[in-house]
Every structure is written in C-alpha cells, then in structure tokens.
C-alpha cells in the first residue's frame, strides 16, 4: 500500500470523527437550545382540548378562567386555571362583578395524546383576614418563559384577593416552578402600615438572577398599578435575601 493510498484513507477517518464530533455538539446545542413557546389558547381551543367529560376525568371541577400551552425540550404542557365562580355582583363594576371563594390550577404534560397531571395549585379566600371577599388569577403579571436558556419553561403564577377595602386589604401570592420545585413570595396588604408584610422563601434567591429580575418588576408594575403596597424598603430587603419584612421593625 503507497503512502497516497495511506494518506487518503487517513484523512478520511480524520474527516469522519470531526463530523461525528460536529454531529454531537449540534445535537447538544439544539437540545440545550431548543425553541421554548407559550401562548394563551383560544375559549374554541380550550372546548376542544377539554370536553366536559375529560374535564371531569381529569379533576377539572370549578369553571375554567384560562389555559396556557407552552413546549419545551421536556414536552407539551398545558396550565389550567380554574375559579370557582361563586357569586354574581351586579351592583360591582366590570371587573369585580364575580366572586371567587377558591381558585385551583393544574399543570398538565400531554402524551400520546393523554394528559397526565404534573402540579397544582390550590387557595381560597379568608374572610378572617380583612374580609376578604374574592380570589382571582392575575395574569397580567403570569409568564411562562425560559429565563435561563436552558431550554425548559418557569412558570410564573400570580393571584390576589380583594378584601373591604378592595386591594389595599388585600393578599398577593407569586407561585414560581423551576426544577420541579414551587417557589413562593407571599404578600398581605394593608391600610395601615403596621398591617403590610411580605414573606419570600429563602429558595427564591437561589433561582437565576434573570428570573429573580422579572419577579421583582412585576412587584414593581403591582405598585404602580395600585394593587399591592409592599413594606417600606423592600427592594434593598430582597437585596439583603431576607426571607420576612414588614413596616413592623421585625
């Protein structure tokens, strides 16, 4: 055998193992990298989705308020937030003309065309505190985004209840799924300053800083919505990774 021959057979292995090693790293890369979507579904697509019967199947018992399919690397999903539609108040205004006692949401992963339960969420109102008179989810402040390019989703789940004093009596809650673990933030409004408290759970500031950003401008958007009024200095209290502050010194 002549040393072309040898170079030629050679070179083409060479050529061989760099395109496996390129195969490789592509098939990483797209995994690591794959396109992450969500999007509200349609009332047409939710009927489709979910017949009364499969809803009973599924556990599905209060109205359902919105549904959210979003697909990453791990699968379809779809989240299911649900109220109980407990009173009509027609003397209230466009937006608070129903009442909601409890609200429960339930994350889904369709397979095969079946849909199996992977979480839930459930809350009620608490008359005891502040009279509290409705629960609702706020989705204005839900997102359902990869934040750190991983190539699976964090759901975002925000809801709040409205009390005697509409929300400044009021309780504001951030659910947040990263790693199969739930992550809470929970908020109590007040009118009087001794009245208003926050508590984040110490994994909250474990998560990536990009999602711990997007948290912390939702609470923001709340306070220049009206909607929630968070303890004096509570940015330089998360910076600090407190778990609990208030306006009470404590």
């Not at 021959?5 to 890369?29: E, G, P």
């Not at 608490?126 to 699976?152: C, R, T, V």
């Not at 990263?178 to 908020?187: C, D, L, T």
């Not at 909607?227 to 502050?245: C, T």
Request: charged share 25%.
């Amino acid at each position: 055998m002549n040393l072309e021959i040898i170079r030629s057979r050679a070179s083409a292995v060479l050529s061989s193992f760099i395109l496996l090693i390129a195969l490789s790293y592509c098939t990483k890369s797209f995994a690591q990298n794959a396109v992450s979507t969500a999007e509200l579904l349609t009332d047409k697509q939710v009927s489709a989705l979910l017949p009364d019967a499969l809803r009973t199947k599924l556990g599905i018992n209060f109205p359902i308020f919105k549904v959210y399919k979003y697909v990453d690397k791990a699968g379809q999903y779809y989240c299911v937030l649900t109220e109980s539609q407990d009173v009509i108040n027609k003397e209230k205004d466009a937006f608070n003309k129903m009442s909601n006692y409890k609200i429960k949401a339930i994350n889904f992963k369709s397979e095969n065309g079946t849909l199996t339960k992977t979480w839930e969420i459930n809350d009620n109102t608490q008359p005891n505190m502040h009279g509290e008179e409705s629960i609702w989810f706020w989705i204005k402040y839900a997102q359902f985004s990869d934040f750190d390019n991983d190539g699976l989703i964090e759901p975002i789940i925000v809801y709040g209840t409205h009390g005697l004093n509409n929300y400044d009596d009021g309780r504001v809650k951030f659910i947040i799924y990263y790693n199969g673990q739930k992550i809470a933030i929970r908020h109590q409004n007040g009118v009087l300053d001794d009245e208003r408290e926050t508590a984040v759970d110490k994994a909250f500031y474990s998560l990536p800083m990009k999602l711990q950003e997007a948290v912390k401008e939702k609470m923001d958007l709340m306070v220049k919505n009206n909607q929630a009024i968070f303890p004096f200095g509570w940015q330089k209290a998360m910076q600090k990774k407190k778990v609990f502050f208030s306006e009470r010194g404590d």
